[in-house]
């Protein structure tokens, strides 16, 4: 997220990314930038560097209610995300190789929360886990 142009730092609405192992290949990012009308715009973050910036084409972008994430209050970062992931793998007796991530704020005053899809070395699904991003605490599983 430090990657990102100013413009966007205080609009981020959803960062999502597959194959984190813990860290994934690219970030995608949708967020409003001011000085577009507030328009979400669709950026990729590859290693540290923004690669992609267009007005996106996501339509749930445009009409869903996710609130900017509140940066300040993210205190668990991918990599402890990823950690938390591997220990609920390794409770199901599974190793962890890979997650999906999805970073959402679902409403101004709520947390963020990590949605994180595990996945085994065969690419085979052991489970999904949802933690807040202030805490860390475990909300929900699969």
């Known amino acids: 997220m430090r990657a990102l142009p100013a413009q966007y730092q205080s609009g981020i609405l959803r960062l999502s990314a597959d194959h984190g192992k813990p860290t994934p290949p690219y970030w995608a990012i949708i967020a409003r930038n001011p000085s577009r009308r507030g328009l979400p715009t669709s950026l990729t973050v590859t290693r540290g560097r923004v ?9 749930r ?51 963020a929360v990590w949605s994180i899809w595990c996945y085994d070395s065969r690419g085979g699904y052991i489970g999904f886990v949802s933690l807040l991003a202030t805490t860390g605490t475990i909300i929900s599983t699969d």
């Open 61 to 111: 972008a445009l009409i869903s209610g996710d609130s900017p994430i509140t940066l300040s209050r993210v205190h668990i970062d991918s990599p402890e995300a990823w950690r938390r992931a591997q220990k609920f793998a390794s409770d199901r007796g599974r190793r962890l190789d890979s997650v999906s991530y999805v970073l959402q704020q679902r409403g101004s005053s709520a947390a």
């Open 51 to 59: 690669t992609s910036e267009r007005a996106t084409l996501n339509p």
